[in-house]
């Protein structure tokens, strides 16, 4: 009897989780579709839509609008948050590029090789390179190196360290002696042209 009601609390419990599931991830799809139309509870929306009286930003003063909050609140700016984000974006880019370039493998080459009837004389002719995956920016080679301005991540090489240049991901090659350079911006959509033109 006891064991009965322990496992029916269980499955209760079990069904409640489950039914939560689908809930959690579509919180998580919401935010980028709501920002992206200005959906977002931001004191000005909250004026607009009646359910505050106060558009301004508490750390600022300014009009808080969703484009105020994710890149151009001053106090924001100056406490890191904009740069704290940055650094994690650049993190998770940094790892997916580094997982993908051990997955490259250079292209392999072989050549054709024709035999007389017999066994006899056999002759190579030229060599072909097969490409086994579609051809991409880090094929060729399999010694990329991959690093970040973060300060977790490998160094950057000394060629790019002797410049003025801080790019955020460096990706290099010894051998076929290339340079990848990576430089991530997060603008908000109207503030895209004045983010590239700071980052030139």
Known sequence: M?????RNKEDSTR?????QQPQQGASKNKLPHQSVYDLLPSNANLVRWGKKDDPTCPLCQGRQTTEHVLSSCKVTLSQGRYTWRHNRVLQELASVISTAKGEIHPSSTSSTVFTTEGGVKKWHVGSITINTHSKGLLDGCDDWVVSADLPEWERHPDVIRKTALRP??????????????????IPYESRMKEAHAFKE
Do not use: P
């Not at 069904?15 to 039914?19: D, E, G, M, P, Y």
């Not at 955020?168 to 911006?185: G, N, Y």
């Open 168 to 185: 955020d991901i460096v990706i290099h090659s010894a051998s076929t002696q290339q340079i990848i350079m990576v430089e991530l911006t």
């Open 2 to 6: 006891i064991i009965d009601e322990i």
């Open 15 to 19: 069904v409640q989780k489950a039914i």
